[in-house]
Each structure stands twice: as C-alpha cells, then as structure tokens.
C-alpha cells in the first residue's frame, strides 16, 4: 500500500526519523549540564588532578577502560551506583569509552591508597598477575610543565590559584595520574559496606581443603597489598588468629574504606571464609 505512494511513504519516514532523534539525541543534550542536572558533591578538578587527566588522555588509557556505569544490574553489582550525567559537568572531553579491555574506573577514587596506585602504574602485574597492562614506571620521570597546566585550566574555565599551580613544580606526571585515579567516582557518596546475610559462624574451621582453596585466593586478591606470607606490604601484617574469625569475614566481605581496602563480597561467602581460614588459622612461615 505504502510503496504506491513514494512521496507519503518518504514525508512519514522522515518525521518518524526526526521525532525519534529529537527524543534519544536533541532533548538529551540539552537537558545535561543544565543547573538542574548539577550536583553539588561534584566538584571541579584540580590543577593537580587536570593535569594527571591530560596524562591519562596522552597515554590513550580510556582506549581499554571506560569511565560509565551503565544501569544494569551486572554493571551495579561489579563497579558501583550507576554513573550520572551531573558527574560529567566537568569533563572535557568525556572518557566515557565503550571498550573494556581493563575494568571500568567510574568508581575508582578511593578503593585503593596512593601506594596500590603507585606500584600498580609502575607494574601491573605485581598487584594483578593476570593484568595484560603495560608498564608506566617512566610517569615518575617526567616532570610536570605548571605554565602548560595553567594554560589548560584557563582555557577549560576551572577556578584555580597561582598558590595550587605554583605548588605543581617538583611534582611529576605519575603524581597527577594518581591524584586523577584518586578523583574519579568520589562526586558520588559511596554506598554502605555490603550486609552480610546470615549468622557468621565459620563453616569448615581449619579444613585443609579450605586452607588450600584459601591461600589460592590469598595469592590472587591480597598478596599484592599484604606480602606472599601476610608479612605486610602496602597492607598491615596479618598475624594468624589476630582476629576472632566473625570479625574477620566482616573486614574482608564489607571492606574498609578509611584505609583503602575495597569490599571483598563479589567472591561471595564460601570464597571469603576460604580466606579467613587460610588468614587466621595458617602456620606462620
């Protein structure tokens, strides 16, 4: 019927293409960066902070990991709140990316200290042995160009004082990357520490075949932070039987954010008492 009437067909074709771009495309665009869409947590980068951004960007890091949360329920349960448009009132350019060769870091800032972020740009793989990121030891050698950082933040409108560009001489790139990775996320408040569900009483107490399963998890989760033999590190010392074992489970399932150790929950609860056996109960070596 419609095919008979090219010119009818053509008109209804074309106003359902506009009506369609302007619901998806044209009203999203401007309704984001409007004083409504604002949040007041979310604060303006640093020169510091900037400036480890344009080293992030130069290096093409968002060309393996994203920067958006997508609101979906595996997107949630992996990295965090699902990102906000008022989040990226001061990104220009966006990093949204949409490749995941590397994990996403929309919720980055603050799940690990400086030092994790340190040796980990540095090596990855001696903080994730799987980790096909290449090295970037060579950021400590390069110094900042704070007359270059004031330049960009003028252009990109970011308040700032002479006094926090001034203090960048002496500072060097990886210094910015991690002050950057620090930044990211930290717009949003963090949600509570996951709940455990149940009554916390350990279900195979020295069991050596959760001893076994529980040091093959140590290696692969807490070595980098806490050393081979719980001997410490970026992390405290980990003495056997420090910790009553209800306690414990509750330190590694929920985390503890004011030190920088992120929430261990995702392994679920068998993995994470396989842990607390092998932490509490090995023999000291």
């Known amino acids: 019927m419609w095919e008979k009437r090219p010119v009818l067909f053509l008109l209804l074709a074309t106003a359902a293409i506009l009506v369609g771009t302007i619901v998806t495309m044209v009203l999203p665009f401007a309704w984001v960066n409007t004083e409504a869409d604002r949040i007041a947590t979310v604060t303006p980068y640093t020169p510091l902070q900037q400036a480890g951004r344009d080293v992030y960007i130069?290096?093409?890091?968002?060309?393996?990991?994203?920067?958006?949360?997508?609101?979906?329920?595996a997107d949630v349960l992996r990295y965090g709140e699902y990102s906000k448009s008022g989040e990226f009132v001061y990104d220009r350019p966006h990093l949204w990316g949409s490749r995941r060769t590397g994990p996403d870091l929309a919720r980055?800032?603050?799940?690990?200290?400086?030092?994790?972020?340190?040796q980990h740009m540095a090596a990855p793989t001696s903080m994730i042995p799987k980790s096909n990121m290449?090295?970037?030891?060579?950021?400590?050698?390069?110094?900042?160009?704070?007359?270059?950082?004031?330049?960009?933040?003028?252009?990109?409108?970011f308040p700032y004082t002479p006094a926090e560009v001034a203090a960048l001489n002496g500072l060097t790139e990886m210094e910015a990357m991690v002050a950057y990775l620090q930044k990211l996320g930290t717009g949003i408040p963090k949600a509570a520490a996951a709940a455990v569900v149940g009554e916390l009483v350990n279900p195979f107490p020295k069991d050596p075949a959760a001893m076994q399963a529980g040091a093959q998890l140590f290696a692969q989760n807490c070595a980098p932070c806490h050393g081979v033999h719980g001997e410490g590190g970026i992390g405290p010392e980990l003495e056997p039987e420090s910790y009553q074992d209800a306690d414990l489970f509750q330190l590694i399932y929920g985390g503890i954010t004011a030190n920088g150790m992120p929430s261990f929950a995702a392994l679920g609860n068998t993995k994470v008492w396989q842990l607390v056996n092998y932490v509490n109960h090995r023999k000291e070596h």
């Open 58 to 73: 130069r290096e093409g890091c968002n060309n393996c990991h994203t920067q958006t949360v997508r609101p979906l329920v």
């Open 108 to 118: 980055l800032g603050g799940k690990y200290p400086d030092a994790w972020h340190l």
């Open 134 to 157: 290449p090295a970037y030891a060579f950021l400590k050698q390069n110094p900042l160009d704070p007359p270059y950082i004031e330049k960009s933040m003028k252009v990109l409108g």
